[in-house]
C-alpha cells in the first residue's frame, strides 16, 4: 500500500454545510483514507494508490458539486 496526500482548492464550499455535503459524498469511497476541507476551500486527501487515485477522487467530488480550482 502506497499513500498518497494531496491537496486541492475547490469551488463550492460556503459554510460548515458544505464541508459536512463534501464528506458525505466521499464517505465509502474505497482506498480513501482521510479528506478534511476547510472553509477557505482547501481538501486534503489522503488515499491507497493501489486502490484508487486523484482523478477518481476529483470525478466523486466534481459529481457532488465541487469541482478543482486551478491554484496559479
Known amino acids: ?3 498518497q496526500r ?3 482548492q ?3 464550499i460556503r459554510c460548515e454545510r458544505c464541508v459536512n455535503r463534501l464528506a458525505g459524498a ?8 482521510s479528506a ?5 476551500g482547501q ?4 488515499w491507497d494508490d493501489e486502490k484508487t487515485s486523484r482523478e ?3 470525478e ?6 465541487f469541482r478543482e480550482i486551478a491554484v496559479v
Not at 478534511?36 to 477557505?40: K, P, T, V
Not at 481538501?43 to 489522503?46: A, D, E, T
Request: avoid cysteine; aromatic fraction near 0%; hydrophobic fraction near 50%.
Open 10 to 12: 475547490v469551488s463550492g
Open 43 to 46: 481538501v486534503m486527501l489522503s
Open 6 to 8: 494531496d491537496t486541492v
Open 56 to 58: 477518481s477522487l476529483l
Open 26 to 33: 466521499l464517505t465509502g469511497h474505497d482506498g480513501l483514507e
Open 36 to 40: 478534511n476541507a476547510n472553509l477557505m
Open 1 to 3: 500500500m502506497a499513500v
Open 60 to 65: 466523486q467530488m466534481a459529481q457532488a458539486g
